[in-house]
């Protein structure tokens, strides 16, 4: 059974930064493909970065040059550093387990 955790999202000025943090269970999570989403409110859910289990990395137009993904993979962990946050940014993040399993998402909101 694959669970997925996410954490530290929270309030944040523009021009702040936020990292994103996804504990994943289960053994196989070395060779999975992991990656965020976001929905913001009126939104469809859209990707925002990937990276697959052999380190390959894809962003969003929308943040290149502003997040960065990351995995440990003796921590099961996936990081979404994300700097010089923008309004349009505010979304529930969520973190995705090879293209099939969902966190349940948390809440980035970036306001003065």
């Known amino acids: 059974q694959v669970q997925l955790v996410e954490s530290g999202g929270g309030l944040v000025q523009p021009g702040g930064s936020l990292r994103l943090s996804c504990a994943a269970s289960g053994r196989m999570f070395s060779i999975n493909d992991m990656a965020w989403y976001r929905q913001g409110p009126g939104n469809q859910r859209e990707s925002v970065a990937s990276?697959?289990?052999?380190?390959?990395?894809n962003y969003a137009d929308s943040v290149k040059g502003r997040f960065t993904i990351s995995r440990d993979n003796a921590k099961n962990t996936v990081y979404l550093q994300m700097n010089s946050l923008k309004p349009e940014d505010t979304a529930v993040y969520y973190c995705?387990?090879?293209?099939?399993?969902w966190g349940q998402g948390t809440q980035v909101t970036v306001s003065s």
């Open positions: 990276i697959t289990a052999g380190g390959s990395i």
């Open positions: 995705n387990l090879a293209n099939y399993y």
